[in-house]
Antibody, heavy 119, light 107 residues
Framework: EVQLVQSGAEVKKPGESLKISCKTS????????VGWVRQMPGKGLEWMGI????????RYSPSFQGRVTISADKSLGTAHLQWSSLKASDTAMYYC????????????WGQGTLVTVSS | EIVMTQSPATLSVSPGERATLSCRAS??????LAWYQQRPGQPPRLLIY???TRATGIPASFSGSGSGTDFTLTISSLQSEDFAVYYC?????????FGQGTKLEIK
């Protein structure tokens, strides 16, 4: 069974750094792209970027380029999303999702990680 | 960046009736379109891919159609669990943008 299990909720202050994780199982981690999607409170889904763990190829949405870093640890089967300096506007639910191997839709999703940034 | 526009923003339908949701792309995307359902407090769930193919385990009451720029998701007979928010997503060109969502509510 394909599973993506995300790290727990975080409460941070503006300016702090953060790295959240998405641990995968049930499939070959290095053979599928894994993406990140933001959902701000009461809002819709925003595609942030994706990584191919096999060769660490990464694609960012222009809206998120330079503001977040996507990475993957092949040995752990885990993808990461990190910020070097959080802002209040980063408060949101963040989902990781696996991209299908044949076409680029998301076929499996993590449960989400709620990030709250407040002073 | 391809802009995906969904309509209506909110759709009120009675249980047992049919619901029709629309999604339009700002440029042609062939059939590279997916539909997702998101219930409150849950992650999105894949319903339809390649515009018209149901994902594994999705009931036949869900159907997708369209190609090019205009797409439709139809739910033939609404059950209580179908009242949720629905998103379309194009996956022909990075970034793979989503529509803003249609909230399907009970009338």
């Amino acid at each position: 069974e394909v599973q993506l299990v995300q790290s727990g909720a975080e409460v941070k202050k503006p300016g702090e750094s953060l790295k959240i994780s998405c641990k995968t199982s049930g499939y070959s981690f290095t053979s599928y792209w894994v993406g990140w999607v933001r959902q701000m409170p009461g809002k819709g889904l925003e595609w942030m970027g994706i990584i191919y763990p096999g060769d660490s190829d990464i694609r960012y949405s222009p809206s998120f380029q330079g503001r977040v870093t996507i990475s993957a640890d092949k040995s752990l089967g885990t993808a990461h999303l990190q910020w070097s300096s959080l802002k209040a506007s980063d408060t949101a639910m963040y989902y990781c999702a696996r991209q299908n191997i044949l076409a680029d839709y998301f076929d499996s999703w993590g449960q989400g990680t709620l990030v709250t940034v407040s002073s | 960046e391809i802009v995906m526009t969904q309509s209506p923003a909110t759709l009120s339908v009675s249980p047992g009736e049919r619901a029709t949701l629309s999604c339009r792309a700002s440029q042609t995307i062939s059939n590279n379109l997916a539909w997702y359902q998101q219930r409150p407090g849950q992650p999105p769930r894949l319903l339809i891919y390649d515009a018209s193919t149901r994902a594994t385990g999705i009931p036949a009451s869900f159907s997708g159609s369209g190609s090019g720029t205009d797409f439709t998701l139809t739910i033939s007979s609404l059950q209580s669990e179908d009242f949720a928010v629905y998103y379309c997503q194009q996956y022909i060109d990075w970034p793979y943008t989503f529509g803003q969502g249609t909230k399907l509510e009970i009338k």
